[in-house]
């Protein structure tokens, strides 16, 4: 379950770096970084993901867990049910808004 997790929870927290930097309006850097990560980590998001693998891990029992091809659709599914949502696209807004306009500037490195 906590394979799942990290996988889906690191893959999410790219693409949402992907996200606010794909506009160019910021530069990468270690505090914006730290931002993207806070913001997924106190996101519904984050809490759907959690609550869909444990009850995937939950209602697959003790033989299913071994099936890797049930774990890896069931990671599949919620990455594309996430990558590219509008809950997602929200986080990116939450980023940008949070970081304000001058942060690009100000963060280069």
Known sequence: MRLMAYVVDLILV??????????????ISKPLIMCVVEVYRDSIVKAEVHTK???????????NRMGRDQAFDTVDGLLKRYCESPDIVQLKDHVLSARGPAAGQSDAR
């Open 53 to 63: 693998i444990k009850t995937y891990v939950t209602e697959s029992g003790v033989l």
């Open 14 to 27: 790219m693409q949402l770096l992907f996200l606010v930097l794909a506009g160019e309006q910021v530069k």
